[in-house]
């Protein structure tokens, strides 16, 4: 008898600690999804934090006239103008422009806009190739949540190989400056550089 109590019961030990080192491993694997689960809410929480602020900066726009960043820009150069301008969550300024111009007409009254610092200011506007901008425009619109903006325009852009597209810096503003020479509609991003 004494030949088999020990057998059985180093079986039943055996059996014992298989289910004990499970139920640890069990907790152990709850432990670390649980974990994950908060992590990933934390990220995502942080995400959708940060994206409303810059979306709310955005939102909290104002109307602005093209006029009012540079003079001289009043309605015999441009028609059909709106223009907002907003600040980044990194306090810098910027302003969005949309209006029809002749770009022969525009170009030289945006580079006779008065200058803080002639030597980091442009004379002239460069002509450059769009697909830096489309990629940029591209790269943060895959960020907004659905609906924020109207983004039809990058498929224009994108496709339209008549566009032109225009750098110049008048210190301290830097223009992007995008151009449809179809029918004439210019989109004009404005970075106020401190």
Known sequence: MKKYILPVMTGLLLISCNKIEEKIDQTVQKTTETVQQKAQQAVEETVKKTVNESINSLTNSQDVKLNDVFPGTGTSVVSEEK????????????????????????????????????????????????????????????????????????????????????????????????????????????????
């Open 83 to 194: 223009g907002k301008k907003f600040t980044f969550p990194t306090g810098s300024e910027g302003y969005i422009f949309k209006y029809k111009a002749d770009i022969a007409v525009l170009l030289p009254v945006l580079e006779g806009q008065p200058t803080s610092n002639e030597n980091k200011s442009d004379k002239k506007a460069r002509k450059i190739d769009g697909q830096s901008i489309i990629d940029k425009i591209d790269l943060v619109s895959k960020f907004l949540p659905e609906n924020t903006i109207d983004t039809s325009f990058l498929e224009e852009i994108k496709t339209d190989k008549n566009i032109e597209y225009y750098k110049l810096k008048r210190f301290p503003n830097s223009s992007t400056i995008i151009y449809n020479p179809q029918n004439k509609t210019v989109l004009q991003y404005v970075e106020v550089n401190k």
